[in-house]
């Protein structure tokens, strides 16, 4: 009952990004109007549109169509509806200025083998409200062997926002790519089945960071290949919920060379199966990473780098391996980081903790705390500056536990 309490907590934060995404209103005042319809197999439709308001609507039925549309202007709207073996392409930029100016494009495809690719630019002037979503991608997949893709930007140097991507996979073989610049974006992928793949990234650009991102990825089914999602900025959230086994998770916020940083980040991870891995890198301050996982098996990694960071991994379940890293590069203002592990379920677990202080942190205390429940367990736990704190409790036969402190004094 704690556990179920507690994986609720943790996971109805971001389960407001399943939400019906802000679809924008039509077009009132469209200057091109385009209606496609085809029945049978083996057809193809090329609609071009260059204005101020253009407006696309294809729909493709039984099978072999091939739809590309191209849309240049200030809104652009485009519905596409397609049915077995279809493939579709979209390209939007809004190259003119018009208050209210919005790029949607929405794909439906039913069958098998299909496959969407979408291109979405702004000229980079937002208009009021701040809050209003500039560009909007749907691709709605159901069946075997789809792909998706979907990219989303202005100008880098632009400072343009509100980007919503949603990618909805169900069956075999799936794979989704969103990448969404700059700020405020949501991005969501929903895959069911076996085999399937999901990549989110949200600006990974050096140069600047992206802030206030939420990046959602839901995988239900055995051998889904690897969720990645990558932030670069300030206050994102990242959060991979996986059902199933062998399956890859892995969240980066801030670039790995330091060169950027996420700050106020919170990513998070759960995995319920057998020889599941998760991976999670922060670079930053003030970010917390939770990782939960049940089952045997399982993998868990967690790297901090930077002050005022909290990490904690769950492990229910047999021959399970935990391995969290901190670094705090803080001075006395800065206290050191926290990190707890706990395992219950079996033997073979082995759990390992990193902490360490640069600079004069000796006033504030370190914190690793590890609980394993189960026979031939393996803890250890390395502090190095500070006032530090360690706690280790084993419960079971043939456990070993091994911990390395060393205190610096003012």
Known sequence: MKKTILLLALVLPVCSLVAQPPVSSLPIDGLNESLVLQGGNGN???VSQTGIDNYSFILAANGGNIDVVSQTGATNYSFMMQNKGNGATVI????????????????????KNNGAFVVQDHNG????????????????????????????GPDPDDELGGLWA??????????????????????LIIQTGNGNGAVQVQDVKVSSGASYNDAFIWQDGNNNLSATQIQNGEENKAAAIVLGNGNSSTQIQGTLDGSSVSDYGVALVVQTGHN???????EGTWNIAGNLQSGNGNTAYQDQKGVFNLAGIVQDGNNGSAVQVQSNEGSVGHPPNVGVIFQTGGGGNDA??????VGDGSVFPNLAGVMQDGN?????QQQTGGFNVSGVMQGGNNNSSVVVQSSEFP
Do not use: R
């Not at 919005?102 to 069958?111: A, F, K, R």
């Not at 390992?352 to 202080?357: I, L, R």
């Open 376 to 380: 031939n367990n393996f803890s250890y």
């Open 92 to 111: 939007q930029k809004s190259s003119k200025y018009k208050y209210g100016n919005v790029n949607l494009s929405w794909i439906e495809q039913s069958g």
């Open 125 to 152: 002037v937002h208009p009021p409200p701040l809050t209003q979503v500039a560009l909007e991608a749907y691709i709605d997949q159901s069946g075997n062997g789809n792909e998706a893709t979907q990219l989303q």
């Open 352 to 357: 390992t903790q990193v902490q360490s202080v």
């Open 276 to 282: 599941n891995d998760a991976v999670q890198v922060q």
């Open 44 to 46: 193809d439709a090329t």
């Open 166 to 187: 949603k990618i909805d996979q169900s069956g075999n073989n799936n794979t989704g790519f969103q990448q969404q610049q700059k700020h405020d974006n949501e991005a």
